[in-house]
T-cell receptor, first 115, second 110 residues
């Protein structure tokens, strides 16, 4: 069964460092998303991506965040200068479409710890 | 104010004891309501999508229903392996991003 794959499963980084979280969405899907979940809190939307550009973003997705689809299969989230409060599980998701009748399928997540 | 509210926050059941989880929402123009299951340290696993009031979906011991203001996830004769956090999310806007509730943590004891 096709699945969304995320690497690494766990990343520890120093405050102020840049991190890149990687995702391989399901191959025939067209919409890609990043969500995050701070420990004990709800899953929050960060950004959606379609046709090689950002289609929507939340207030959380500020200038320190960027996304890219560098090679037609990978989808990355870059955090330029990490802060302690960026520590969270980051989930990548993909769906065949962004409209009705489109479930989003999630990866297993990358646990980011900023120290 | 939360747009998606789930209750209860936690629910403990004995194996075989049926119950329901609630998800109420306040978004206007609902495009879809989704139920996910999340195991500790894992990503949300898709269960159901509901689009219209009156719609029902079933999968094994789970049944989801939708009204104009809320959705219920009914669990019939649960087993210990049903223990997980159940997340409700609504879809609004044209691009499909989801707004999640805080979830209901279900524990089923043998």
């Amino acid at each position: 069964e096709p699945e969304v794959t995320q690497t690494p499963s766990h990343q520890v980084t120093q405050m102020g460092q840049e991190v890149i979280l990687r995702c391989v969405p399901i191959s025939n899907h067209l919409y890609f998303y990043w969500y995050r979940q701070i420990l004990g809190q709800k899953v929050e939307f960060l950004v959606s991506f379609y046709n090689n550009e950002i289609s929507e973003k939340s207030e959380i997705f500020d200038d320190q965040f960027s996304v890219e689809r560098p090679d037609g299969s990978n989808f990355t989230l870059k955090i330029r200068s990490t802060k302690l409060e960026d520590s969270a599980m980051y989930f990548c998701a993909s769906s065949p479409q962004g409209q009705r009748n489109t479930e989003a399928f999630f990866g297993q997540g990358t646990r980011l710890t900023v120290v | 104010e939360d747009q998606v509210t789930q209750s209860p926050e936690a629910l403990r059941l004995q194996e075989g004891e049926s119950s329901s989880l609630n998800c109420s929402y306040t978004v206007s123009g609902l495009r879809g309501l989704f139920w996910y299951r999340q195991d500790p340290g894992k990503g949300p696993e898709f269960l159901f999508t509901l689009y219209s009031a009156g719609e029902e979906k079933e999968k094994e011991r789970l049944k989801a229903t939708l009204t104009k203001k809320e959705s219920f996830l009914h669990i019939t004769a649960p087993k210990p392996e049903d223990s997980a956090t159940y997340l409700c999310a609504v879809q609004e806007g044209s691009q499909g991003n989801l707004i999640f509730g805080k979830g209901t943590k279900l524990s089923v004891k043998p």
